[in-house]
């Protein structure tokens, strides 16, 4: 694996709703693999890490396999009704069109999977994430 210092797995999703569990669930094998994991609860904290080399990681609906991302607009971000609905898809792409993160690298994993179900899924997709 590429050298891991400084390297920093942005973490998404509520660990207490079952099927978007899946990223805070892998934080301990992260960490094992020496990232730096950050956990994050709303999308603007990403504006904290914004000057270091991160992955996100988050729980997607739609897809039946771990993927990586490199360009925010391939990312479907949803119907925004409220602040509430302000999703990370979203902000990503308002990141993107300002210039603020041109290189995105997100990993998502199928909403409702197991933690152990796709660890290895996980490590080969940051593995060439950050190449």
Same mark, same amino acid.
């Given at each position: ?51 270091? $080399? =991160? ?5 997607? !609906?739609?897809?039946? /396999? *771990?993927? +990586? ?5 391939? &990312? @479907? ?7 509430? $609905? =302000? ?5 990503? !792409?308002?990141?993107? /069109? *300002?210039? +603020? ?5 997100? &990993? @998502? ?7 152990? $179900? ?14």
């Amino acid at each position: 694996m590429a050298k891991l210092k400084n390297r920093f797995v942005l973490v998404f999703g509520n660990p207490f709703i079952k099927g978007d569990a899946t990223g805070p669930g892998l934080s301990h094998f992260l960490e094992k693999k020496g990232f730096t994991v950050i956990k994050c609860s709303a999308a603007d904290e990403l504006l904290f890490y914004l000057d270091r $080399d =991160f992955a996100i990681l988050d729980a997607a !609906k739609g897809i039946r /396999k *771990t993927t +990586l991302f490199s360009d925010a607009e391939s &990312i @479907a971000a949803g119907k925004l009704v409220s602040l509430h $609905d =302000f999703d990370l898809g979203f902000f990503l !792409k308002l990141l993107a /069109k *300002t210039g +603020l993160k041109k290189k995105v690298r997100i &990993i @998502a994993v199928p909403y409702g999977s197991r933690p152990a $179900d796709v660890e290895d899924d996980v490590a080969a997709a940051l593995e060439k994430a950050f190449k």
